[in-house]
């Protein structure tokens, strides 16, 4: 299993959903870094299951950062966080149960059965404790190099939120809501179509929509190591993400090139576009113009329904009513493992194209 990504700056994550913990390493960060704790937690809690839209669920992510870091600053070295699991009920995923949707099928396929089951194991959605922790970190960094990242619920169950507007001000007031969407009307009403969702025990998706502002122009290689190939391979690596496009994405098949193409100007000896249909990107590099993309993220696998399955310890077919505790659905928490996973491929990316030291300003 590969589970280490990243070319300058890697992010390896380890652990599963019901064993002793979950945990992170990454590698290649610049020294110098501020680590603000408080803003893991604050990230942590981001993820963190609220309510009745989320699963029962809630782990206390007291996290250890155990290397790395010194005296509040990135040394250089490897940086490790761990990050335990208490709330565990292992007696809700029996031996030969596979459930529709899940990865308990091909990892029995291709573990042969040595795989922990237990929760999804190391495929469950609890790794991304450790994911958000990591790009926490990264985030930061960015952010003191005026490199800011924001993404809403762009639609949920057929309900759209507004589309970004003034970026400054919407990735602000993002960086605080735990239910992240720019139109507050359409918020409640979202969450109502999550409730009568978990009434009916089934769930709902959804589509994220993320910017990026203060990228500079330059950054990004083309063919296989562009900005879109770096950060749809990262952004597949999240459980329930099952697609990604950039800019107009799938709109330029209704589009001509008169339409999609970006007007360029210059003034005051400088280069900007006119519009922004291709989300910031050319030919795998960053333009200058905020970065632009959207995730879907597919409904929850684990419902409370009857659904026919195998079970691999007897190899007889079965209606299966899945145990265990869910969400009916993950994209309003997902918005966080976006942004995380961004900022990793960003912080991988600029060092890539201007050194390791450039992120810390040395």
Known sequence: MKNTFGNSV?????????????????????????????????QLLLRRPQGAISTPRVESDEF???SGVYEGKT??????????????????YPKGMVRPGHADYTAQCKYHGFQDPRGGGHFSGRLTAALVAAGAIAISALQENDIYIGTHIRELAGLEDRPFDDLVADVETLGDMVFPVLDERIAERMQEEILAA?????????????????????????WFDSVESL??????????????????GFGFARMRGSEANDALRSENGKVHHLTNHNGGINGGITNGMPLLFRSVV????????????????????????????????????????????????????????FGTDYIAQI
């Open 75 to 92: 040394t250089g070295t490897p940086i490790c966080i761990m990050i335990p699991n208490e709330n565990v009920q292992s007696g809700d």
């Open 10 to 42: 890697t992010l390896t994550l380890f652990g599963e959903s019901h064993g002793a913990g979950v945990g992170a390493v990454i590698d290649g960060l610049a020294p110098g870094l501020t680590v603000d704790e408080d803003f893991i937690r604050h």
């Open 231 to 248: 950060l749809s391979h990262a952004l597949f690596g999240i459980p329930a993400v099952k697609g990604v496009e950039f800019g107009e």
């Open 298 to 353: 597919r409904p929850t696998p684990t419902i409370h329904r009857p659904q026919a399955s195998v079970n691999l310890a007897t190899m007889e077919n079965e209606t299966q009513l899945s145990g265990g505790r869910h969400d009916p659905a993950i994209v309003h928490r997902a918005r966080v493992f976006v942004d995380s996973v961004t900022a990793l491929v960003l912080c991988d990316l600029l060092a890539m194209r």
């Open 64 to 66: 250890r950062i155990v």
């Open 198 to 222: 978990a009434e009916d025990g089934d769930s709902v998706g959804g589509t994220l929509e993320t910017v990026v502002t203060g990228l500079p122009s330059g950054v990004g290689e083309p």
